[in-house]
C-alpha cells in the first residue's frame, strides 16, 4: 500500500471481506491497481469478487452470473459482524436434498478452496446461520457432478481411499466425497441425511463392535451395517523402538510423549477403553488430549519425532516403516440408511468392496482380514 500511495493515489486499503480484508485498491497514473492478499484463499476471492468484475467492465463485457442453488446447513456457522464472509463447504445430496457442510475458513489453506463444492455468503452485519437453516451457496462445481457423488464419512482408514481410486477408474459415473469425522460423526452425518455411507468401529462395553450403538442411535430403525473388514489395531513407534515401548501401559511411563485420536473417532474410544482396563488417568499420560483426526497424521507424527507412540492401525504405521505392537483386532464396518441401499453410487460402492482388486490392494497395505466385505451383515 505504502508503495502505491508514493507513485499514485491509494484509495483502500482493507475491505470488509473475509478472507480477503488486507486487499489494496488504487492507481498509478491512468493504470488501476489492485493489491492482492498473500494468502492462498484471499487471493482467489479478491480475483473472483473484484478483479473480475473490473475487467469485465473494462472489456464493456457483462459480469458472469453465479450459479446459486439452496442447501440445508449441516451445523451452525457463526460470522462477526463486520465482514461479509464467504465460507467454503461441501455438498451432500442424500434424501432428495442438498446438504452444505462448512469447511475450515483459515486464509492459507488452499485445500479448503480446492476441496469445496460451494461458497455460503454471510453478509455483513449477520452472525450467521443455524444448523439446519436453508441457505443459499454459490456453486464451485457444477450440480449434476455434485448430485453423482457418493459421500463416505466417518473413521479415517486408507482403504477408503482405495475404493475411491477403484470407483472412480470403473467408469460407473461416480466419484467418492470423503471426510474423515469419526465414527460417531458418521452416525452423526447419516442421521442428519449428510453422508450415504459411514465407516465405523465402535467399541462397546462388552467388547462387540458397532450393532449396538446402531441400535442406540437409530432406535426407529432404517439402518444396514455392511460388512467391511477385520484389521489390526497397535502401537506405533518409531524404528528400532528406541524407548522400549512392551504395551499399553507404557504409555503412562515418563518421558513418553503420546499423540491421540480426536474424541468421537472408534480408535479414541479404543483408547480410553484400554486406558480404563490398565486403570491409566488420563492426566497421566503427556498427548494424551493432543488429537489428530487420521491414523496417518498420528504415524507422520511419530516418524518425525514429533511424539514417541501413539495408536494406530498397521497399514499406517507400514506406510510410515514404523514399528508395530499389536494391541487389538476390530471390525471396520460401514452404514448407511436402508433407502439409500438402491442407490446406484451406494451400490457401487459395494460391488467394489467384493472385487478381488480390493481384496489384492488390502493386501498390499497389509493388516486387514476379509470375511465377505459388501454383504449385509445386520438391518436395524
Request: charged letters at 20%; proline letters at 3%; aromatic letters at 6%.
Amino acid at each position: 500500500s505504502s508503495i502505491v500511495e508514493e507513485l499514485g493515489e491509494l484509495f483502500v486499503h482493507g475491505i470488509a471481506i473475509k478472507p480477503g480484508k488486507p486487499a489494496v485498491l488504487g492507481h498509478l497514473g491512468a493504470v488501476p491497481c489492485i493489491g492482492v492478499p498473500g494468502y492462498s484463499v484471499s487471493a482467489i476471492l479478491v480475483m473472483e469478487k473484484i478483479v473480475r468484475g473490473i475487467v469485465d467492465r473494462l472489456l464493456c463485457r457483462n459480469s458472469k452470473t453465479e450459479d446459486t442453488v439452496e442447501a440445508v446447513l449441516s451445523r451452525k456457522i457463526t460470522s462477526t459482524l463486520k465482514y461479509r464472509e464467504f465460507v467454503r463447504a461441501r455438498l451432500s445430496y442424500a434424501g432428495g436434498r442438498l446438504a452444505a457442510i462448512p469447511l475450515s475458513r483459515g486464509a492459507g489453506i488452499i485445500t479448503s478452496f480446492t476441496n469445496a463444492h460451494c461458497i455460503i455468503d454471510i453478509p455483513q452485519n449477520c452472525e450467521g446461520y443455524e444448523s439446519g437453516e436453508t441457505v443459499q451457496v454459490w456453486l464451485l462445481k457444477d450440480i449434476d457432478t455434485i448430485k453423482n457423488l457418493l459421500v463416505v464419512t466417518g473413521s479415517h482408514d486408507p482403504l477408503i481411499d482405495e475404493a475411491a481410486d477403484i470407483l472412480k477408474r470403473c467408469a460407473s459415473g461416480h466419484e467418492v466425497s470423503s471426510a474423515h469425522v469419526g465414527s460417531m460423526g458418521a452416525i452423526i452425518a447419516l442421521k442428519s441425511r449428510q453422508a450415504h455411507i459411514g465407516g465405523v468401529h465402535l467399541l462397546d462395553e462388552a467388547g462387540d463392535y458397532n450393532v449396538s450403538y446402531l441400535k442406540t442411535h437409530f432406535p426407529e430403525g432404517g439402518v444396514v451395517l455392511i460388512e467391511g473388514v477385520g484389521r489390526t489395531q497397535g502401537l506405533m513407534t518409531a524404528p528400532g523402538n528406541p524407548k522400549a515401548i512392551k504395551g499399553f501401559a507404557d504409555i503412562a511411563d515418563t518421558g513418553i510423549s503420546y499423540v491421540n485420536r480426536q474424541r468421537g473417532s472408534g480408535t479414541r474410544i479404543l483408547c480410553d477403553f484400554l486406558a480404563k482396563k490398565h486403570g491409566i488417568e488420563e492426566k497421566t499420560v503427556y498427548g494424551y488430549n493432543r488429537e489428530e483426526f487420521t491414523h496417518t497424521a498420528v504415524a507422520a507424527l511419530i516418524a518425525t519425532g514429533s511424539a514417541d507412540m501413539g495408536l494406530g492401525i498397521y497399514s499406517a504405521a507400514k506406510m510410515y516403516n514404523l514399528d508395530f505392537i499389536p494391541v487389538a483386532n476390530e471390525q471396520y464396518d460401514f452404514i448407511c440408511r436402508t433407502e439409500d441401499l438402491e442407490n446406484e453410487g451406494v451400490q457401487a460402492f459395494i460391488d467394489v468392496l467384493k472385487s478381488e482388486e480390493f481384496a489384492g490392494r488390502l493386501e498390499k497395505l497389509g493388516g486387514y482380514t476379509l470375511n465377505k466385505p459388501g454383504t449385509i451383515k445386520a438391518k436395524i
